[in-house]
Every structure is written in structure tokens, then in C-alpha cells.
């Protein structure tokens, strides 16, 4: 049996350091993740047609608790499943689908981005646009080392020859202090443009929405983007002063990546299934957003 959980109630100041959450953050997703859990569970004995009296089987090792820590624990530090079943008493095999089951129903209960989040309400949505268009948004991308892919077509299309490696690129646009991820793409090819990734998403916000962005969205005029130096001259002392202050302000979404790549399975070469890329990022960054303090869970969003 591990002793992570015990340790956490022992040493709760600790909790950020060991799973990128406050203490009283993972009691709130423990005690919503629990209720969904149940949910599921009556749905699916609904549906069940039983030949043997309901109650019978071998009852799991571990505590919903702990298979929440066990799953928090791997997106986190990321250990071999290997290493955390040994932590948490239980094979690799049975680490590996508690990880997995549970990284699905934690997607479900965590809204990646605000526009995720209200998408369900045209009404709300409509709001939040108008509301947004208020701002001046930050925009930028982020790219993630992947395994080498066998074939050489696909070798090609994910090479990415900034990074000289493999890479899927996800993108981040956010408020303009940082402190709300108000839309996410996760899981383009690492060649890929940045501004063709943001053309793509344009859509979700409204069409007078203004942006802030990099050099590498340099050509929309949607986006407030630094002045590139031209060819056979410098750039003048005034205006890098005015690149470094565009700049000043484009850090928050600095600040946001880095909390992404906290979660060590959204920064290194990314060790699961290319299929499971899009749900376990955007499940980090659903945690970002609980732990940052702009996405609250209680048990009404289970209902």
C-alpha cells in the first residue's frame, strides 16, 4: 500500500510539490471525481444484464482516493507504471488501466479551457465572447518531444526542424494577465505554423477579437505582433525598446506553459499512446486551470 496518501494528510503543504495541487484543491476533485464515479457506476449496472447477484468479484486494492492519487501521481513526476504499481501495491498492468480510467472521468470533470467550459450554453458562450472581445488575448504555442515514428512519410510530417526533433505543438491563447486559458488546439504536427493553428480555432471568438503574439504571427492584423528586423539594416534603439515592452506583455502565457510543463507528462517525450495525446494534455490542462484558482468543481458538476 502507498504511503502518498497518508503522507499528504500528514503534510499537506507538501501537496503542490508532490501532484500539482493544493491539499484542499485535491479534496474538492477527489470528493466530485467520487460522485461522477458513482454516476457511472448506476448507469452502467442499468444497462448490465446480471446472470450472478450483484456485489460479487474481487474488491479493488486501492481506495477511489488512492486511484486518484495513483493517477495524479503518474501526470505529475510521470514514474514508469511499473515503478507506480510497485509504489501503490498493485502490478503495472493494474496501475496502468486505473491511470487510464481514471485520466478520462478527470477530462470530463475538468474543462480545458473556458470556451470548453461554456460551450454547452449558446447563450453563456455568446456572453463570454462579447466579453472577451473586450480584451487584447494572448496567443502563443508550445511544442512536446514524441517517439520517432516508424514510418518515414510520418518521420516527415512531425519533424520539426526548430526543435531538430519529433513534435506534436499544442496552443495556448489566454487572458491578458495570464490567469485563465481561454482556448487550447493540442496535438498538431510539430511543422505546423503557428498562424495556420490559430487561423483554425479563429472562429471560437468573435471577429473583432484582438491578439498578441509573436514573430511567428507576424501577417494577421488581428494580432498585435513585435517588428521583425529587415533585411541589411537594424532595428533602431526605440523600436526593440517597444519589441521588449510588446514582450512584457505577451509573458503571461510564458507563465501558463510553464505551469503546463510542471506536469512532467506534458513536457517530456510523451511516453503513452499517440491516441491518449489529445486527452492527457488537455486534462493538464484542465488541472492548470483548478490550480491557478479560475475553475472551481463542487458536486453540481456532476449533475
Not at 51 to 57: C, E, L, P, R, S
Not at 101 to 114: K, T
Not at 169 to 175: A, D, E, R, S
Amino acid at each position: 500500500m502507498s504511503n502518498i496518501p497518508e503522507y499528504l494528510e500528514k503534510n499537506q503543504q507538501e501537496s503542490k510539490r508532490l501532484i500539482g495541487l493544493e491539499y484542499e484543491q485535491l479534496q474538492q476533485l477527489i470528493a466530485a471525481a467520487e460522485l461522477l464515479h458513482q454516476q457511472k457506476d448506476i448507469e452502467i449496472e442499468q444497462r448490465k444484464v446480471r446472470i450472478n447477484k450483484a456485489g460479487g468479484g474481487r474488491r479493488p486494492k486501492l481506495s477511489v482516493k488512492d486511484q486518484i492519487i495513483l493517477t495524479l501521481v503518474y501526470l505529475h513526476p510521470e514514474p514508469t507504471f511499473q515503478m507506480l504499481g510497485v509504489q501503490f501495491g498493485v502490478s503495472e498492468s493494474t496501475a496502468n488501466d486505473i491511470f487510464h480510467y481514471w485520466s478520462e472521468l478527470l477530462r470530463e470533470l475538468l474543462p480545458a479551457s473556458l470556451l470548453e467550459q461554456v460551450k454547452k450554453n449558446p447563450g453563456e458562450y455568446k456572453w463570454v465572447q462579447e466579453i472577451l472581445a473586450e480584451l487584447e488575448l494572448i496567443v502563443d504555442s508550445c511544442e512536446q518531444p514524441i517517439p520517432r515514428p516508424k514510418d518515414y512519410q510520418e518521420q516527415k510530417k512531425f519533424y520539426s526542424g526548430k526543435k531538430k526533433n519529433h513534435t506534436l505543438k499544442n496552443q495556448l491563447i489566454v487572458t491578458p494577465n495570464g490567469q485563465e486559458i481561454v482556448d487550447v488546439i493540442v496535438g498538431k504536427p510539430g511543422p505546423t505554423s503557428d498562424i495556420n493553428i490559430w487561423r483554425e480555432g479563429q472562429s471560437k471568438l468573435a471577429p473583432t477579437q484582438k491578439f498578441k503574439g509573436d514573430k511567428g504571427y507576424i501577417g494577421e492584423v488581428q494580432i498585435e505582433t513585435p517588428q521583425k528586423k529587415p533585411r541589411a539594416r537594424e532595428l533602431s534603439q526605440e523600436e526593440k525598446q517597444k519589441n521588449r515592452e510588446k514582450a512584457s506583455e505577451r509573458i503571461f502565457v510564458e507563465h501558463v506553459i510553464r505551469l503546463l510543463k510542471i506536469f512532467r507528462v506534458a513536457q517530456e517525450r510523451f511516453r503513452l499512446r499517440a491516441k491518449s495525446y489529445q486527452r492527457i494534455i488537455l486534462l493538464v490542462c484542465g488541472l492548470v486551470r483548478l490550480r491557478i484558482g479560475t475553475l472551481f468543481i463542487n458536486s453540481s458538476v456532476c449533475d
